[in-house]
Nanobody, 127 residues
Framework: QVQLVESGGGLVQAGGSLRLSCAASGRTFSSYAMGWFRQAPGNDREFVATIRWSDGRTYYADSVEGRFTISRDNAKNTVYLQMNSLKPEDTAVYYC????????????????????WGQGTQVTVSS
């Protein structure tokens, strides 16, 4: 069993920054990719960013490109999401997810292609 534990959420003013962390653990954890998704009340869960574990290749949603940066620490089995220039529309519960096996890159933007999920961390951006 793989466990993903997020941290780093909170309340911030528009234009501010936050860094989310997601630590993965499990007896035989290995990941093809790890990503971040978010869900605001009344909305579907949407893709934010993902990173391919082997080569560090990253992919972003258009809405966060240039403002958010996803990174990883292989030794710690941890993925980070640095969020800058935050906007009120970034307010949501942010979820970390892990995909175990190889898949077409385009599918990494779909939440149903991830095997493990964290419990979520609230990010609130005030105007």
């Amino acid at each position: 069993q793989v466990q993903l534990v997020e941290s780093g959420g909170g309340l911030v003013q528009a234009g501010g920054s936050l860094r989310l962390s997601c630590a993965a653990s499990g007896r035989t954890f290995s990941s093809y990719a790890m990503g971040w998704f978010r869900q605001a009340p009344g909305n579907d869960r949407e893709f934010v960013a993902t990173i391919r574990w082997s080569d560090g290749r990253t992919y972003y949603a258009d809405s966060v490109e240039g403002r958010f940066t996803i990174s990883r620490d292989n030794a710690k089995n941890t993925v980070y999401l640095q969020m800058n220039s935050l906007k009120p529309e970034d307010t949501a519960v942010y979820y970390c997810a892990a995909r175990s096996s190889r898949v077409l890159t385009s599918f990494l933007r779909r939440p149903d292609f991830y095997d493990y999920w964290g419990q979520g961390t609230q990010v609130t951006v005030s105007s």
